[in-house]
């Protein structure tokens, strides 16, 4: 499967707890991104990075969400004392940047997280 | 600021009927405009986007989209409804120049009707 990759599927967590998600995106790609989706929602930006930049961070991702991607490669979204609030699918894409040009995002099938 | 309106939350077709379902947008720039698929618990998968040029865009699985730039829309259609069409589409857009995030619709739940 070349697509892109997130693990955990699904994670229930207590409030208060914190937790790390994961995404891998398609190879070549050298744009990631993270987007919330709550029930009855589209999509919401969180974040996103070129190789291991992160560029843009929306104000939604409040000081306990962390992203990072290292080595340009996967990318880890964490947060810290979870809130029954933060009960989301969280998604991650990727694209390419190439000569100006971005090409479409392609989506993970996401991580349901649960806070109890 | 960029947004977009999905005005029908439902849309139920019979198959073999042709569908429409509905998109506006509004933006400051020139729009990059996309239609998503998403099934049960599952991602987003990319149906068709615009970018420039030809105002009809054809995609996968059958589906086109037409742009309207004086009525700032972007129509997503197919000529003859599937039952495996049943699904959430979210339109979305992307201003060039102006970030690289996607701003999504809250979605058009599709049902297509034996």
């Known amino acids: 499967d070349t697509g892109v990759s997130q693990d955990p599927r699904h994670k229930i967590t207590k409030r208060g707890q914190n937790v790390t998600f994961r995404c891998d995106p398609i190879s070549e790609h050298n744009r990631l991104y993270w987007y919330r989706q709550t029930l009855g929602q589209g999509p919401e930006f969180l974040t996103y990075f070129q190789n291991e930049a992160q560029l843009e961070k929306s104000r939604l991702l409040s000081d306990r969400f962390s992203a990072e991607r290292p080595k340009g490669s996967f990318s880890t979204l964490e947060i810290q004392r979870t809130e029954q609030g933060d009960s989301a699918m969280y998604l991650c894409?990727?694209?390419?940047?190439?000569?100006?040009?971005?090409?479409?995002?392609?989506f993970g099938q996401g991580t349901r997280l649960t806070v109890v | 600021a960029q947004s977009v309106a999905q005005p029908e939350d439902q849309v139920n077709v019979a198959e073999g009927n042709p569908l429409t379902v509905k998109c506006t947008y509004s933006v400051s720039g020139n729009p990059y405009l996309f239609w998503y698929v998403q099934y049960p618990n599952r991602g987003l998968q990319f149906l068709l986007k615009y970018i420039t040029g030809d105002n009809l865009v054809k995609g996968s699985y059958g589906f086109e989209a037409e742009f309207n730039k004086s009525q700032t829309s972007f129509h997503l259609k197919k000529p003859s409804a599937l039952v495996s069409d049943s699904a959430l589409y979210f339109c979305a857009v992307r201003v060039t120049g102006g970030g690289n995030k996607l701003t999504f619709g809250t979605g058009t739940q599709l049902k297509v009707e034996l």
């Open positions: 894409a990727s694209s390419s940047w190439i000569a100006t040009m971005n090409t479409e995002a392609f």
